[in-house]
């Protein structure tokens, strides 16, 4: 994983150094799609909405934000798919710059009848305890 982070970070123009990430704002959280195949009754899903959050400064994935199975409620790391980990690190470099010059704005969705997700499968909203799901506040 690092080295695709090392890689997006040095196909910027110019190249994004980890020594001139600004401290503030070196932990990206970003989503796209993911896939998952439990490990305890062997069901799977995919999803549009699985979570990194990366350390631009170290170069790293610090947390991988896991998905309960829908059938035994066991934890499970989400597969993100070579392509989409470039296009996730490179949102999270978006990100990273509109933080800089100000032009961040996140895009609020309301609730639906049908939300994208059920928040008790999900880790990022706390399974179910956050006060607003994960998918309230995206950016593109």
Same mark, same amino acid.
């Given at each position: 994983m690092a080295y695709i982070i090392r890689e997006v970070m040095d $196909?910027?123009?110019?190249?994004?150094?980890?020594? /001139?990430?600004?401290?503030?704002?070196?932990? +990206?959280?970003?989503?796209?799609?993911?896939?998952?195949?439990?490990?305890?009754? $062997? $069901?799977?899903?995919?999803? +549009?909405?699985?979570w990194l959050t990366v350390n631009l400064k170290q170069r790293r994935v610090v947390k991988w934000w896991q998905q309960k199975c829908k059938k035994c409620q066991t934890p499970n790391r989400m597969r993100i798919r070579k392509d989409d980990l470039y296009m996730m690190i490179e949102m999270a470099i /978006?990100?990273?710059?509109?933080?800089?010059?100000?032009?961040?704005?996140?895009?609020?969705?309301r609730p639906t009848d049908s939300d994208p997700h059920d928040m008790?499968?999900?880790?990022?909203?706390?399974?179910?305890?956050?006060? +607003?799901?994960?998918?309230?506040n995206l950016w593109y």
């Open positions: $196909n910027e123009d110019p190249p994004l150094r980890p020594k /001139d990430i600004e401290w503030k704002y070196r932990m +990206q959280s970003t989503y796209g799609p993911g896939y998952a195949r439990c490990t305890n009754c $062997n $069901n799977s899903w995919g999803t +549009q909405l699985c /978006d990100k990273y710059y509109a933080l800089i010059d100000g032009t961040f704005r996140k895009r609020r969705l008790k499968l999900c880790e990022r909203c706390r399974y179910g305890e956050a006060e +607003q799901p994960c998918w309230m």
